[in-house]
């Protein structure tokens, strides 16, 4: 007995009698998915369903239009269209669309943000966050503190 999340491959022929579009092509969360846990993926991922918890993805992560993901996210690129709650980490971009709803800290090489965007946290970029928020360096000195200028 299997269980059904919804998951589907996008290799559906290209045209009547054509193989697929792309063979081990990128995997399918449709509408109806609703998936709780830690989702390693090696290929790219588009997500229209809801998604908890935790995203590793070795290629790009895809969140569509009616994709909902409470979730951290690891991928090589990510490109929002719907709805995200929590971390993104993008080795290469983070696209986010117009329809795009982000609440969490971002940390990649490059982003474009469409006007229309929504966005609350903080974005970091040029600097990969290895294991968390990136710390402030600690001031010249050895001394810890606040400096205020002004």
Do not use: W
């Not at 063979?23 to 090696?42: C, I």
């Not at 369903?49 to 993805?57: A, N, R, T």
Request: aromatic share 2%.
């Amino acid at each position: 007995m299997g269980l059904d999340l919804g998951l589907k491959r996008k290799d559906e022929p290209t045209a009547a009698g054509a193989g697929p579009a792309i063979a081990g092509g990128p995997t399918y969360f449709d509408e109806s998915s609703d998936f709780s846990g830690t989702l390693r993926l090696q290929r790219s991922a588009t997500i229209d369903g809801h998604i908890q918890g935790e995203i590793e993805c070795d290629q790009g992560v895809t969140v569509g239009p009616s994709g909902r993901v409470e979730a951290s996210i690891k991928a090589e690129s990510v490109m929002i269209h719907g709805e995200v709650r929590g971390d993104i980490d993008a080795r290469s971009e983070i696209t986010l669309h117009k329809t795009a709803r982000v609440h969490g800290d971002m940390s990649t090489e490059g982003i474009v943000i469409e006007k229309g965007a929504k966005v609350e946290g903080r974005i970091t970029i040029g600097a990969s966050r290895p294991n968390g928020p990136v710390k402030p360096a600690a001031p010249a000195g050895g001394k810890s503190g606040t400096t205020q200028t002004g």
